[in-house]
């Protein structure tokens, strides 16, 4: 009889998104006339970029030949891949990333789960401590209670030893720095949930106490796509689309990103993070070791890489023509954003991000809780969002929107929210 992971008893009964797809399925097979609108999950929902599509097909055809088949494939990615993504997304912006620090991945839900694996396990010296932002995107979360770096969660849902950085209207969504050191932190920028948006400044500061305090960031950047050039953050800068941005990130920070929210890459999956040469932790004797070497390890072992024809797909991302047909599905979608940011705000709610980020957070009116809130849209609206609770204590009495969705289906859900809080919203 095996011995299961006693950890993952720890966990609430079920993951946020499949224990909303179980409630929201219950709901339909019960009212099966009831015409859902689902802004809910962050799940792209505009076809492929045709460039994408091209290029797999050819790759397709590739493999059906002789000279062009492939079997496994390097597990760090091809070349042509890591190469395009370090000249577009970084040195395109003065950042200091080469191409053999770039790691290509089926997901950054995947990695940033999988990143644990080369950091202390539990009972093997002294813990490491982590810090996340509340709310926070729960896969944070849930993969350190899982590698057993928490203790039990309290009637609020938080665990015992994790650090939460609280993220609310008061303070602007910018987390406190934390007054003690911590040993790891992760900062998801444009932010999931909020939709909030980290200025250079505020990058800085997170730099400089990593740096002093050998921090490591874990810096998840899905959504840099989103941002809006033109609106600078609040200290009058651009809003910066990586942590590399910000002198001295190298030393202190991972970054992770996605082809799945700009390129519609949910299905097709491809991801990439960056592990710098000369990022170090401790061994047990405290001596440096390059995280870059144990990532390689790690996933030369456990993973066999993207197939060669999502990577090819992934490639195209960055021809003429995909970064055009990126540009319109990422401004398509921030356009949904605008609306509803703008509906919600005219039919009495008072919103936040949707700026830089495809996420507009609600504040639920009344004081309505926010699984009451899911509710009473479901129910009465028939629309789907996430209550904020499902993201932290932090995020009780707000609601998340998201922005991906068919037009005519964003303009019917806000219709649908205006008439049923008609005369509610405080
Ligand atoms: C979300 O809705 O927060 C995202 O879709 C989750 C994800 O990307 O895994």
Redesign the pocket.
């Known amino acids: 009889m095996p011995r299961i992971n006693d950890h993952y008893l720890k966990l609430a009964a079920g993951y ?2 499949p224990e909303i797809a179980r409630r929201v399925n219950a709901f339909a097979d019960a009212n099966p006339d009831a015409s859902l609108i689902k802004l ?4 792209v929902t505009e076809p492929l970029p045709a460039a994408c599509r091209q290029a797999m097909i050819d790759a397709v055809n590739e493999m059906g030949t002789p000279d062009g088949f492939r079997g496994y494939g390097p597990e760090q990615g091809y070349a042509f891949l890591r190469d395009k993504i370090a000249e577009y997304d970084y040195r395109a912006r003065g950042c200091d990333v080469s191409a053999d620090e770039i790691f290509v991945s089926d ?3 995947c990695d940033g789960g999988n990143l644990l694996d080369i950091m202390a396990p539990p009972g093997s010296g002294p813990a490491n401590t982590v810090a996340v932002c509340d709310p926070v ?3 944070y979360v849930d993969t350190n209670v899982m590698a057993g770096n928490t203790g039990p969660a309290d009637e609020t849902g938080r665990y015992a030893g994790l650090v939460y950085l609280e993220m609310n209207p008061a303070n602007g969504f910018e987390p406190a720095i934390p007054g003690t050191p911590v040993d790891v932190v992760y900062l998801c920028y444009p932010n ?2 909020t939709g909030a948006v980290a200025s250079r400044t505020a990058l800085k500061a997170w730099v400089d106490y990593a740096l002093k305090h050998d921090t490591l960031i874990l810096f998840d950047a ?1 959504y840099h796509a989103f941002i809006d050039d033109e609106i600078p953050a609040d200290d009058g800068q651009p809003v910066p689309h990586s942590i590399y941005e910000i002198p001295g990130a190298r030393r202190c920070a991972i970054e992770l990103r ?1 082809f ?2 700009n390129a519609g890459f ?1 299905g097709t999956r491809c991801a990439f993070t960056v592990v710098p040469k000369g990022l170090t932790g401790k061994d047990a004797s405290g001596g440096d070791v390059e995280l870059h070497g144990l990532w390689n390890r790690r996933q030369s072992t456990k993973f066999n890489g993207v197939s060669y024809v999502v990577q090819r797909g992934a490639e195209a991302v960055y021809s003429q023509d995909g970064r055009a047909e990126v540009d319109r599905l990422t401004a398509f979608y921030m356009d949904n954003a605008r609306r509803i940011r703008e509906g919600l705000t005219g039919a009495g709610f008072t919103v936040h991000g949707g700026v830089h980020a495809p ?1 507009v957070w609600v504040q639920t009116p009344d004081g309505l809780k926010s699984w009451d809130f899911f509710d009473r849209l479901l129910h009465d609206a028939h629309v789907v969002g ?1 209550p904020g609770s499902g993201f932290g204590a932090a995020g009780e009495g707000f609601f ?1 929107l ?1 922005a ?1 969705n068919h037009r005519d289906k964003v303009e019917e859900a806000l219709d649908r929210i205006g008439r049923c809080f008609a005369s509610a919203p405080a």
């Open positions: 946020l998104f809910g999950i962050g799940d997901g950054s839900k995107y729960p896969v999931n949930p899905a996605s799945s929210k949910t996420y996430t998340r998201s991906f």
